[in-house]
């Protein structure tokens, strides 16, 4: 099983998986935080997804060898996020507009992440 991060700058990310992520980030898009979402058993860290928040939309990233994946939600779309903590699990649930995804964190950082998400809706209504 991996081990979660947290990513507080994108530099933070490896270098394969900066370049990837950047070619998705539209021109005046600005990565926030993103975390590792446990998406397998027993998958290595470097192939682990993740959850990433950015001043306009949450995308679930994957960057695997042979192919890359990737979902969002528009910030203004997302109707409800929220953080299940539960005796083992963790839980980060989000839906919008007809569509709804669960995805499990190992430690807090879902919980950081919900907050952080929340802020960013919140100050982009204030915008």
């Known amino acids: 099983m991996i081990a979660a991060n947290e990513?507080?700058?994108?530099?933070?990310?490896?270098?394969?998986?900066?370049?990837?992520?950047?070619?998705?980030?539209?021109?005046?898009?600005?990565?926030?935080?993103?975390?590792d979402i446990n998406d397998a058993f027993l998958m290595k860290k470097a192939r682990a997804s993740k959850l990433v928040l950015t001043n306009q939309r949450v995308i679930e990233f994957k960057r695997g060898f042979i192919k890359e994946t990737s979902k969002d939600f528009l910030l203004d779309e997302i109707a409800s996020i929220e953080h299940k903590k539960g005796y083992v699990k963790r839980k980060i649930s989000l839906e919008g507009h007809g569509a709804s995804s669960e995805y499990q964190t190992l430690q807090d950082f879902g919980r950081k992440f919900v907050t952080a998400v929340r802020k960013e809706k919140n100050h982009n209504k204030k915008s």
């Open 7 to 35: 990513y507080n700058a994108l530099s933070d990310l490896e270098s394969k998986r900066q370049e990837a992520l950047k070619s998705l980030l539209y021109d005046d898009e600005e990565f926030i935080y993103a975390i």
